[in-house]
């Protein structure tokens, strides 16, 4: 419980207060390490999603290739 | 639709996401408490919010199909299922990220987390049943799951009202407690990813109608003929 | 509701000529009750402790049995093709499902009447006057599982799976069920009465969280039996 | 007079792809209609719309000359089904079958009834018997006590012949003729042509998903007719049965 206070009592005031610019701009701020591996993961699962649907949609378009000119082989192949 | 995409759609895209980038690490201020690992927000609610209006753009896929039976409402809820999930991955994937720096603990069991978790499991759930079925009775099927699980879309939503929890309550609708710069940044990421979104979901559900198509065609040639 | 009836004695009477299921089920919780116990025996003899490990084994217990039970009843419509008979006798669908989630919630009811008294005895429970409001709880989370499990069983054994299958369906979605029963029985067991408002809270979620599955499932499950 | 079940330019699609396609046709009382037709050419998608079990993609089916509701539950209540699927408990015996079903049909007095079909078709001693000990013969029989339980207006035949000995066999023509005579409108799938004589008045041959020959078993012999579905077959083509 005292864990928990702990943890919630500064995240209530989130967004309202902004750091002074001057204060300690000389070090970076905490927590900056962080956030740019987090943007690098979002921007990796992006980019990973891309890489699946394009590989699927060329999967499909080369199958319907290979259908199509077999049509052609054997035409109206009945 | 998908050439118009890659040569005018990424461009802008790329454009707007590195101008977003600039907002969220310059333009919006640093705030007191939390400092840098605040920056995640921008990302992290943009996310879930995109994620959620998939699951709900599923939804309604789920009950257009059984009031019409057409296909397209089968093919685009598909698609917003896996889109939600690539956005809800993002949304777990960052979490435990940030929760390292203000939690100093990678995961808690905190109903926030456990019920987005969930969420994310329920669609997983429906793609891999999904696989396993073919032809109307896997519309049917489908359609059922996007409306059940659908259900669970306000649970999760509103689970930091409803339990006691560490997750950080934005206050009803997120954003509007922010300071003006952070305000416009957020805002902007939402507008962003949701931008991202509908190309997406409709590359994804065309993707779906030219392989049922082939499908189609497959079986086709199988049988000799219509049959 | 005349049909409604028939169905149901049908059904419990199929299991009675049979018995397997039944017996079954009950082992088989029987061994989750008993592994969950022997898993926890270290931390015995806190009270708090064992509060916490009863309400725990009942409601995994339950859900197991849950996963189990629900394949097996409609897996009795769907082998030899009974569905099919019962749709040419004019069963209407929704009825097919209220009968079939009230044969799985008896069942359940059943194997939880003999569950409960075992785990008692094994955890040490010290007070039996909460009986009855234990059996309220149980009965709450009973209809979520029956409810849920018997509609996600119908996609599931669709889909050629069984309990595999059909547990990713349903324990994502029965979580809130899963953890609202848990604090609740939690609280009903350190205080022997729901007296504060989180476990009303909970209590609440529940018949909620039933109420609108019976209702929506109800109307999905026709297209879930079309051929 | 309309007849009992009329379905007109009726087709069915899976995955957009058709399985039935145009086709019209009426069962009457008294009459019975073969579909003769090789696997795969959509009969028992044929059957399962008839009825009214799927609903066609094209085209509509009228029962008793009314357009078919969306709820069919209670026109399904006056048809009977037969399949080579059991559709029983196989747990249960066959007077708990009949007794289930007829509670469902709400037929007025199960009892009597069911032992009138179960004597009709030689099972009455094994009555309290479950179906599972039945060979596959016996439980066709039961299957077809019980498609008769509700005395249905309408009755559907998806291949009834398929596991029957001769005398089972001999035992269903009789049945199919005299549910005929008794006014009773009958729909029959077979891949037999000889059957598909014997049983009909008339019947349609059904190959890749259209109907491609109508024909009158009083007109035509059964080498004709046989030669009539492999000239069907072929021009459809289909490989021939």
Known sequence: MIHWATIVTPLTRIGLTVQDSESDAAKWPRGFGYMVAAYAVVWLILMAYFWALSRRARRINDRLDTLLSDEKVKPAGR | MKALFRSVGIPILSILFALDIWMIFFYAPMEKELQASQKIFYFHVAAAMTAFLAFTVAFVCGIGWYVRKREVWDDVQVASVEVGLVFSAIVLATGPIWARTAWNTWWTWDPRLVTMTILFLCYVGYLVVRASLSGDARKNACAAMAILFGINIPITWLSIQWWRTIHPDIGGLPGTRLEPKMRIAFWFSVLLFILLFIPLVAIRSRMERAAKALRALHRERLFGGTE | ?227 | MAPLLLAEGVGKDFDERPVLDGVDLALESGRTVAVLGPNGSGKTTLAHILALLLRPTRGHVSFEGRAVPRDPSVVRRRIGFVSHQPGLYLDFSPLENLAFFGRLYRVADVASRSKELLERFGLWRFREEPVRIFSRGMTQRLILARALLHDPALLLFDEPFTGLDTPGERLLLETLDLERRAGKAIFLITHDVRIAHAAATEGIVLAASRVRRRFKTDEIGVDTLEAMYRDALQEAGCATA
């Open chain 3, 1 to 227: 509701m005349r049909d409604l009836l028939t169905l149901v004695a049908k059904d419990l009477r199929l299991q009675a000529k049979t018995g397997e299921l039944l017996a079954s089920i009950f082992i088989y919780s029987l061994l989750v009750v008993l592994i969950l116990s022997l898993a926890s025996a270290p931390v015995h003899g806190n009270m708090r402790e064992g509060i916490h490990v009863i309400a725990s084994t009942l409601w995994v217990a339950l859900a197991f049995a849950g996963v189990v039970g629900a394949t097996r009843v409609i897996e009795i419509e769907r082998r030899d093709d009974c569905l099919k008979s019962l749709r040419l006798a004019g069963v209407s669908p929704s009825i097919l499902y209220l009968a079939k989630t009230t044969t799985n919630a008896i069942l359940l009811a059943g194997i939880q009447f003999l569950t409960v008294p075992v785990t008692f005895v094994f955890d040490d429970a010290t007070t039996f006057a909460i009986v009855p409001r234990l059996a309220f709880v149980l009965f709450l989370g009973i209809a979520g599982f029956s409810a849920v499990g018997t509609v996600m069983a119908a996609i599931s054994t669709r889909a050629g799976g069984r309990e595999s299958l059909l547990s990713i369906l349903i324990l994502p979605l029965l979580v809130p069920v899963l953890l609202g029963g848990i604090e609740a029985t939690k609280t009903l067991l350190a205080e022997g009465a729901f007296l504060n408002p989180n476990s009303i809270f909970w209590l609440k979620l529940l018949v909620v969280y039933d109420i609108v599955f019976l209702a929506v499932a109800s109307l999905v499950f026709e297209y879930l039996i079309e051929e």
